[in-house]
């Protein structure tokens, strides 16, 4: 490190951002758009009826990769891996036209945005920051676009 960002304590060596969760209104919708717009993939599902309320854990998985089949080699595998995007979707909240979550980009800012990294087929032209570019998720979640 340098004298600007001291180095983390030693004893937090081995520590790892395990993932982000968003919430989100339509998990179909979602669903949708981060497996075939941003290629993710879903590595697990889990529905919770008493709370009436689903997760989603989404990543992109190399062409040769596996996911651990028990449930304890998932866990492990899970929350070592970089990217993993949660969704939780709270059950009806895509039948309310007025429901909307505070995705933290208005005048009063808060949660910012993911970013996806791609390889650019060609460079953003406009806009102040000439290297990303910005897309919108189902939800209004702002998704930075970055260069390879």
């Given at each position: 490190?340098?004298?600007?960002?001291?180095?983390?304590?030693?004893?937090?060596?081995?520590?790892?951002?395990?993932?982000?969760?968003?919430?989100?209104?339509n998990?179909?919708?979602?669903?949708?758009?981060?497996?075939h717009?941003?290629?993710?993939?879903?590595?697990?599902?889990?529905?919770?009826?008493?709370?009436q309320?689903?997760?989603?854990?989404?990543?992109?998985?190399?062409?040769?990769?596996?996911?651990?089949?028990?449930?304890?080699?998932?866990?492990?595998?899970?929350?070592?891996?970089?990217?993993?995007?949660?969704?939780?979707?709270?059950?009806?909240?895509?039948?309310?036209?007025?429901?909307?979550?505070?995705?933290?980009?208005?005048?009063?800012?808060?949660?910012g945005?993911?970013?996806?990294?791609?390889?650019?087929?060609?460079?953003p032209?406009?806009?102040?920051?000439?290297?990303?570019?910005?897309i919108?998720?189902?939800?209004?979640?702002?998704?930075?676009i970055?260069?390879?």
């Amino acid at each position: 490190m340098n004298q600007h960002f001291p180095a983390p304590p030693a004893q937090t060596a081995g520590f790892t951002l395990a993932h982000q969760m968003i919430r989100v209104k339509n998990l179909e919708k979602s669903l949708e758009f981060y497996t075939h717009i941003l290629g993710m993939t879903v590595v697990r599902r889990a529905d919770y009826p008493n709370c009436q309320f689903t997760l989603c854990f989404l990543c992109h998985l190399a062409p040769d990769e596996s996911i651990p089949e028990k449930d304890a080699d998932f866990k492990r595998w899970l929350a070592t891996r970089r990217g993993v995007l949660e969704l939780t979707h709270n059950w009806g909240t895509e039948h309310d036209p007025h429901f909307s979550y505070d995705i933290g980009n208005g005048e009063r800012g808060g949660y910012g945005h993911i970013a996806i990294s791609v390889p650019f087929r060609k460079r953003p032209e406009e806009g102040r920051m000439k290297d990303i570019a910005f897309i919108t998720d189902p939800d209004g979640y702002w998704i930075e676009i970055i260069q390879q």
